[in-house]
């Protein structure tokens, strides 16, 4: 595996797919269409995660037999994300990611974030 790009040096190009057109506004509504730029819309603490996503969190907790209801998982997925923010965030100041990619890559993070108090109940609705 690749690690980090030296710096003075420019990071290869990527192919950047959106994923808006799949993503869910509350729980079963319609897909939330891309707006002129490809991005969606940022979700709020209120917003539910997609079902498509807490699906897929929740499969992959399941699979390890793990559950984001306990406090110290829901800490370590909430750290992780969080490392993975800054990553993001990293990318674009060195110019690695565009402003449109950044803003759609924040806005499935903060629509992740809520997973673990959806699934306990503490989220706001």
């Known amino acids: 595996m690749p690690g980090p790009t030296p710096a003075g040096t420019t990071p290869p190009t990527a192919t950047v797919i959106s994923l808006a057109a799949h993503r869910r506004g509350r729980l079963g509504e319609a897909p939330v269409q891309p707006s002129h730029d490809g991005t969606a819309p940022k979700p709020t603490a209120r917003d539910y995660p997609s079902s498509q996503l807490l699906d897929l969190v929740q499969a992959l907790f399941r699979k390890r037999e793990r559950t984001l209801t306990d406090p110290r998982t829901a800490e370590a997925y909430l750290l992780a994300l969080e490392t993975v923010t800054i990553l993001i965030d990293g990318a674009k100041a060195s110019g690695g990611l565009g402003e449109a990619q950044h803003r759609l890559l924040r806005a499935y993070l ?16």
């Open 110 to 125: 903060e629509e992740a974030r809520v997973i673990p108090d959806y699934l306990t109940g503490r989220h706001t609705s």
